[in-house]
């Protein structure tokens, strides 16, 4: 196997929180019960389940352990799926976020970990929703602490799904965009579909476009896009290419997620400071 593949491998399966940052502003005992919370985002048939389905394998696990009894449905509930052995644990939301239409609270419960994992995706809003909206400042309420918040977000799109380039998705991902920057949390950005795509005669030029479109959309810095194809034959069959894009998104998301935490808990000690 490809040396940087098995070296990503080990990286991320030995994860240890503060692998990436140092957390000068933790509290006594925060980061002893920290792990890294990365959710995947997008709407329904994006492929986020298939691919948290394609991380594990590339991982080496075996994936009946992530295959839901829905999966043929659709994702219903909150699921988590904890990396055996590393301190991160992926969440495979519903699709809350649709065509024309986003279901803020539901968001805004993922985001703060008010959203028990096995709980059926409730819509309906909590008393802290309604003080954000009714423009009660996000830290004058009580929301979890940070370590059972979402510190990194996937956010995966059908590179054949031509929707996502249009208005209303980009208006729904514009509020999301602002929920997550609040959080400083970054959009790491999957495109699947990339098998669809190669059989295109222009490949090459649709690929750029997308990737293009896709930044446009979520926002993300060009190194922060990856197109992919998830996982469906045997794991020995899924092309390297794919199998490193796929590592270098877990990675990224580490990353990503301890930079949100330090500054979340920046920002918590420099209120506090300023309330004294
Ligand atoms: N060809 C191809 N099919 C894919 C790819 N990713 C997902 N699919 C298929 O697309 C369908 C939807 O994938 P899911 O992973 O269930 O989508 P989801 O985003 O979890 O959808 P919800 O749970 O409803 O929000 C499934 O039939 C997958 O097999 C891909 O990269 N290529
Ligand atoms: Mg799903």
Redesign the pocket.
Known sequence: MNQGITRMINEIKRYKIGTYENFSDALSGEIESLGLNVALM??????????IKTIFECLGFNSSAVTQDT?KE??RKLDSFPLPGSQVTFY????FFRLGKIEEGELFRIIYGLEKPGEDLTRDTTSAWKAMKGGVAAHKFEKPPIADQIHAVIW?M?AVDPRFEQGNYRENLAFVKHILNRESITIITVL?????VAKKGNADDERKRLIKAAMEVTGSDKRNVFL???S?SKPQDYPPIYKERVLQVVLKSLNCGELSVKMRQNKRETLKAQAQ
């Not at 997008?42 to 691919?51: E, N, P, Q």
């Not at 699947?192 to 669809?196: K, M, S």
């Open positions: 997008g709407i329904t048939g994006s492929g986020k389940s298939a691919l999966a659709g994702t495979d939301t519903a699709g995966v059908s699947t579909y990339d098998d669809e992919i194809a998830n469906f």
